[in-house]
């Protein structure tokens, strides 16, 4: 990853610690840099939600199951996750019955 690219990151990441006792959904434009021009924002974006998924904040976990970009991969991840919301949450959105 270029050097833009991981201070991108670390501000989503930041983002995601600094919700103030509540949990706020990683957000990742399409129009963001440094993902504008990068045909491969989707593998971008889903491997940082996959990587976010081992965080040790809760508050950063609960972010990542209701992203849009966790794939299956991560929240096959959440389904073993400590927290029982968190579990829930991935689990029905791997079924498909709550996609957000």
Known sequence: MKNFEMVWVRQMIS???????KYE???????????A?????????????????????AN??????HSKYAN??????LLNDPERNIKEIAKRRLSGVNNM
């Open 15 to 21: 983002k995601a610690e600094g919700g103030n006792g």
């Open 25 to 35: 959904k990683l957000t990742m434009d399409l129009n963001d840099p440094p993902f």
């Open 37 to 57: 021009k990068d045909i491969s924002f989707m593998e971008n974006a889903e491997k940082l939600m996959e990587t976010l998924a081992f965080s040790t904040d």
């Open 60 to 65: 950063v976990r609960k972010a990542v199951v």
């Open 72 to 77: 299956c991969k991560t929240l096959s991840i």
